[in-house]
C-alpha cells in the first residue's frame, strides 16, 4: 500500500500513523509514574513544613507550660520595675538634687552600673552551669555562644572561672586552651550567673541551645539552681582611649 501521493508527498494515512505514534499514552507506566512524582512532591512540602515549624513544636506539653510562666513572670516583673522607675522619676521631678530621694536614687544608679560593669561584686538569685570537655572539643566560640545565650535568657551579673563576664568580654583559642579577657581557663568550665534561675535553665536546654552544642561536641552541661549565689571576681575597668562624653547631644559630627 502507497505511502505517498502521486506527487511525491507523504500520504494523511501516514501522518496519521506518525501522530498516533508520537502522542502520550495513559498507560499503568505512566500511572505509577505520576503517582510517585505526587508522593514525591507531598513529601517534600511536608519536610519543609516540618523544618520550617521546628523549634517550640518539638517541646514537650510542660516545658511549654514552664516557657509561658517564664515569659509572663517576666512580663509581670518588666511591669513592676516600669511602675517602680516612674513613682522614682515622680518623685525626683518634684524633689530638690540634694534630697533624700535623689541621693538614694544616685546610689542606685551607681551600684547598678558598678555591677554593670564588673567592678561590684553582686548576690543573688542564679545558677552555676558546667561544662565538662575530656576530649577537648569545646572551643572558644562555644564559650561565647553560651554568654551570650545567658543574656538573651536575662542574666544581670555573671563570670566564668575567676573572670567577671562585662559587655567587653572576649573569648580565644590558644595553645594552652582557651582564654577569658587574657586569662587562660581550666576545665571544666564554670560559669557563675545572677538572674532568674527557671528561665536560664530553659534557656539551656532549649533544641539546638548550649546543652546540646556542647554534648554534639562530646561534653556535658550540668545545671544548678540557687535562690541566692555570689558573683564575687571583679573585672578592672581601663579609661577609655578614644571614647569621651560629650556633654551636648548633636544630631551628627562635625
Given amino acids: 500500500m502507497s505511502t505517498q501521493e502521486p506527487d511525491g508527498r507523504p500520504s494523511t494515512s501516514a501522518w496519521r500513523r506518525v501522530y498516533l505514534m508520537a502522542r502520550p499514552r495513559f498507560t499503568r507506566a505512566n500511572a505509577f509514574a505520576l503517582l510517585l512524582a505526587c508522593l ?25 507550660v514552664r516557657i509561658l510562666d517564664d515569659v509572663t513572670q517576666n512580663g509581670n516583673r518588666l511591669d513592676d520595675e516600669v511602675e517602680e522607675l516612674e513613682s522614682t522619676r515622680d518623685g525626683l521631678a518634684d524633689s530638690e538634687g540634694n534630697s533624700p530621694e535623689a541621693i538614694a536614687a544616685a546610689k542606685e544608679r551607681a551600684d547598678t552600673l558598678g555591677i554593670l560593669s564588673g567592678s561590684e561584686r553582686a548576690t543573688g538569685p542564679g545558677i552555676t552551669l558546667t561544662i565538662t570537655d575530656e576530649d577537648g572539643a569545646v572551643d572558644a566560640a562555644t564559650l561565647l555562644d553560651t554568654v551570650q545565650e545567658l543574656r ?16 567587653s568580654t572576649w573569648f580565644s583559642d590558644t595553645d594552652d586552651g582557651i582564654t577569658a579577657d587574657g586569662e587562660t581557663l581550666e576545665a571544666p568550665y564554670t560559669f557563675t550567673v545572677i538572674g532568674d534561675p527557671q528561665t536560664m535553665s530553659a534557656a539551656m536546654e532549649i533544641p539546638g541551645g548550649v546543652s546540646e552544642a556542647v554534648r554534639s561536641k562530646g561534653g556535658e552541661a550540668a545545671i544548678r539552681e540557687f535562690d541566692s549565689i555570689n558573683v564575687e571576681a571583679l ?3 581601663s579609661s577609655p582611649r578614644y571614647a569621651q562624653p560629650d556633654p551636648e547631644p548633636t544630631d551628627g559630627s562635625d
Fill in 235 to 237: 573585672h578592672s575597668n
Fill in 152 to 167: 538573651d535568657a536575662g542574666a544581670e551579673a555573671m563570670q566564668v572561672g575567676d573572670v567577671r563576664i562585662v559587655a
Fill in 40 to 64: 514525591l512532591g507531598f513529601a517534600i512540602a511536608t519536610q519543609v513544613r516540618q523544618t520550617q515549624a521546628q523549634g517550640l513544636e518539638d517541646l514537650r506539653q510542660d516545658e511549654l
